[in-house]
């Protein structure tokens, strides 16, 4: 089972989309975000390192030193 990642919600909070995870969700599924090229509407969509997530014409490539393994 891999363990090595971050969810979609977690992350667009590091980098600052939004100060709150309620408004991180509500910007996740207005279908405002996509993850490797596709629209991504979960907010526990797990992302691994070198991950490519875009939101509002700015990418965001998921760093391996975000993702915590168990």
Do not use: C, W
């Amino acid at each position: 089972m891999d363990n090595n990642y971050i969810e979609l919600n977690t992350f667009l909070k590091i980098q600052g989309i939004a100060p709150t995870g309620g408004q991180v969700k509500v910007i996740i599924r207005s279908e405002a975000v996509s993850v490797n090229g596709v629209v991504e509407t979960r907010n526990k969509r797990k992302l691994h390192a070198g991950d490519k997530v875009k939101y509002n014409g700015k990418e965001y490539i998921v760093d391996a030193a975000l993702i915590r393994g168990d």
